[in-house]
């Protein structure tokens, strides 16, 4: 049976108002939440972006039945694998049986802030698959040691762990990860309703669930959607691996510059206030084969999102 969540934008919201989000979407009949971890916001009007596993915690305690994931976090630069295992270990335990963690390879936008080197993307690989093997040691609760080629680990032992392993969704925009997060995840996580990242991920052995967020913006006009999109999430039609490659806010506005509001329009992002557009969105996901499809409100109206979704939307897709 598919999955319907919600999304908390980290990049657009602060930490009170992402609790109170996770609250409202988990009484409107949700099945789960999905919140970003960011260092920065991707364009600075977005104007958030709050440690999330502090978020999570409060999440934890604030909620009672609604699954929550973290979509998605790198473990490789910014933070290292040790402390991201301290972190994941604690919430898992706060949230039973409702967690899950999701990982990637990153964006230099939220790696580059220690001052490390931005890798190519077979290196990130190599790193995120030695992190996971760090962090999957450090969570059977025994005292671990590690000697890799990007990572050190001396006498490190986790006391506050979950009585089994986090389940851990890997984030693969392209076939190679794809193929990759069939052999070192359990599930994979997707943007937008690409058949064939699934078709990948399930012809290389991957039989976990399939994540996949879908971009909208409702308000009472296509237009003003239209406008909100424009000012929020410009970064979202951006187009290649810039997302993966450029550095800073102020860059993603250099380059937001090109969107025009016609490209908003005509792009994947779905801006009209008729029900059915939104319906048409999720089945298409669905059809891709996609079993937790997820949405996101882009712009600061999400109580009116959330109305419309518990009202017009979810019942016809369930």
């Known amino acids: 049976m598919t999955q319907f969540g919600y999304t908390l934008s980290s990049e657009e919201h602060g930490p009170t108002e992402l609790v109170e989000y996770a609250q409202r979407a988990e009484k409107m009949g949700f099945d789960f939440v999905s919140i970003s971890d960011h260092f920065h916001p991707w364009v600075s009007a977005q104007g958030e972006s709050p440690f999330v596993w502090s978020t999570l915690g409060a999440i934890a305690t604030a909620t009672d039945e609604i699954e929550v994931g973290v979509g998605v976090t790198c473990p490789t630069i910014r933070i290292h694998p040790v402390n991201v295992a301290h972190a994941v270990a604690t919430v898992d335990v706060m949230f039973g049986d409702r967690f899950t963690f999701g990982v990637g390879t990153g964006e230099n936008l939220n790696e580059h802030v220690t001052g490390q080197h931005w890798p190519e993307h077979n290196v990130r690989l190599e790193m995120l698959e030695e992190s996971m093997d760090v962090m999957h040691k450090l969570w059977t609760g025994q005292t671990t040691s590690h000697y890799g080629e990007h990572y050190t680990v001396e006498n490190a032992r986790l006391y506050t762990v979950p009585d089994d392993q986090p389940t851990t969704i890997v984030s693969a925009f392209g076939p190679q990860t794809a193929r990759w997060a069939a052999n070192h995840g359990d599930g994979i996580w997707c943007s937008g309703p690409k058949g064939q990242i699934v078709e990948e991920y399930r012809d290389a052995g991957g039989e976990g669930p399939a994540y996949t967020q879908l971009h909208m913006c409702y308000a009472e006009s296509e237009d003003e959607a239209v406008d909100t999109v424009h000012e929020y ?36 992002t779905v801006t009209s206030p008729d029900p059915q557009a939104h319906i048409d969105s999720i089945e298409q996901a669905v059809d891709a084969g996609y079993d937790h499809v997820y949405v996101h409100q882009i712009g600061p109206e999400q109580k009116q999102a959330l109305e419309f979704y518990e009202e017009e939307v979810l019942p016809s897709v369930r």
């Open 233 to 268: 999430w410009p970064n979202g039609t951006i187009p290649g691996e810039l997302g993966q490659e450029l550095p800073t806010p102020a860059h993603f506005q250099q380059a937001a510059q090109m969107v025009e509001r016609e490209d908003i329009a005509e792009g994947s």
